[in-house]
């Protein structure tokens, strides 16, 4: 089963960062703290708006912390966001 967004929608997969102390200890990433606000996009939908902004698959945004609509799929996490949502291109 393909996930393909519809419209001016993207699909995106949050990015999650390890989190580490000031002497390098790598913390587990069991509690999630703060909402992601950064993924890649995996798919784009066939809107006019969405067109309009240039984004390809697998490029890295910046989105609103609580915008769009988490989804899980094979035990994995993604976010279906609307053009609106995206904030800023990762470069």
């Known amino acids: 089963m393909t996930i393909k ?9 949050p990015i999650t ?12 990433d069991t509690i999630d703290k703060e909402k992601k606000t950064e ?19 697998g490029q890295k945004i910046i989105f609103g912390k609580y915008a769009g609509d988490e989804i899980k799929k094979d035990h994995e996490e993604y976010k279906i966001l609307n053009h609106e949502d995206v904030l800023a291109v990762i470069e």
Do not use: F
């Open 5 to 13: 967004p519809v419209g001016n929608r993207l699909l995106v997969k």
């Open 17 to 28: 960062a390890e989190e580490k102390t000031k002497s390098g200890i790598v913390l587990p």
């Open 39 to 57: 993924g890649e996009i995996l798919a784009l939908g066939q809107g006019e708006d969405l067109a309009k902004l240039n984004l390809a698959i």
